[in-house]
């Protein structure tokens, strides 16, 4: 059996989870409401303060299913109780970042500034060389963060450009002179 799958998913104090028909999942807690429809093929329970997942047979396809559906209502739950956020550093001589509303905007190196809209239930925050993004979902924090950091990727040389704050960049060595 999935080891990941088996794994009941706790629900905390002040989340509630609706199972509708279709394997349609509601979570409600107190950052707000996730709800997505998940594969028809996995039998979903709400148990004692648990959801338990349980798949059909041992096809290859269920067994993958099994995991990602219980990984899936597990970054929920945490999502509408914790919430998600990603850090973002800014490296490079003139490279900054500053808020205005909704719009980030980013001089990163190109003859113009890079200017982002904050997708709907994210929030993105500048401080100093970091940007945060914060939201509910999981999927949507970590592509914005991607999305950002893909306006001006690390070099391997000097380092400059958009990393992930708990990335390590490969760094390479420079031209030698002639001797």
Do not use: C, F, W
Request: aromatic share 4%; net charge positive; proline share 5%.
């Amino acid at each position: 059996m999935s080891r990941i799958g088996r794994l009941p998913v706790v629900i905390p104090a002040g989340v509630t989870v609706d199972i509708k028909a279709g394997n349609v999942l509601t979570v409600k807690g107190p950052k707000g409401t996730l709800e997505r429809a998940l594969p028809t093929e996995m039998e979903i329970k709400q148990e004692d303060g648990h959801v338990v997942v349980a798949r059909p047979n041992d096809l290859k396809r269920m067994k993958a299913l099994h995991g990602l559906t219980r990984s899936l209502i597990h970054n929920m739950v945490v999502g509408v109780s914790q919430g998600y956020t990603k850090t973002l550093e800014i490296n490079g001589v003139g490279y900054r970042a500053a808020k205005q509303g909704n719009k980030l905007t980013m001089s990163l190196g190109y003859s113009h500034p890079v200017e982002m809209v904050d997708p709907e239930g994210l929030e993105s925050t500048v401080d100093g060389n970091k940007i945060i993004i914060s939201g509910i979902d999981k999927e949507k924090v970590g592509q914005y963060a991607a999305d950002i950091r893909d306006k001006r990727r690390p070099e391997p040389y000097k380092g400059k450009g958009i990393k992930y704050s708990d990335e390590v960049i490969r760094r390479k060595v420079g031209k030698t002179g002639k001797k």
